[in-house]
């Protein structure tokens, strides 16, 4: 059975990066529909359980410099996708958990395969989250691919 519709989650990062080209080329291959996802959790990880020792400023600079970069993100892979002749979808959504959006998403939107990176935040913020593509493997409702 010739996948349809592949999903590809994407944080910017260049593992993220690679797993949208092996993507791309799969979908140009068989013909399929791709959409890109960018989930970016609703508060940066960094100001977390900080609560009244950050001005409310410095919380609104973060805030906005992380919808910044969401959407530079999600620019950046759409260019890439149509850089190679497709017409990508798109979705970006604020969820405080990255797995859970992309399994969502692939429900929602009915894609019968994710492609995603074996990883893609590193240091304090990879070690709290956990591996998302972990989580993903193992809530997933189609078959994923994983790109290293």
Do not use: F, N, W
Request: charged share 20%; aromatic share 0%; hydrophobic share 45%.
């Amino acid at each position: 059975m010739p996948y349809t519709h592949l999903l590809v989650p994407t944080d910017g990062s260049d593992l993220s990066v690679r797993a949208l080209d092996q993507a791309i080329g799969l979908a140009r291959a068989l013909g399929a529909r791709l959409t890109v996802l960018h989930a970016r959790p609703p508060v940066p990880l960094p100001i977390l359980g900080l609560g009244d020792a950050i001005d409310p400023a410095t919380i609104d600079t973060l805030l906005q410099a992380s919808r910044e970069g969401a959407e530079r993100t999600m620019a950046d892979a759409l260019a890439q996708v149509q850089h190679a002749g497709l017409e990508p979808g798109q979705q970006a959504v604020e969820h405080v958990s990255p797995h859970a959006a992309i399994v969502t998403a692939a429900r929602e939107l009915g894609c019968d395969l994710i492609v995603m990176a074996s990883h893609g935040r590193r240091g304090l913020e990879g070690l709290l989250l956990g591996s998302e593509t972990q989580k993903v493997l193992a809530t997933s409702p189609c078959p994923v691919l994983v790109v290293r």
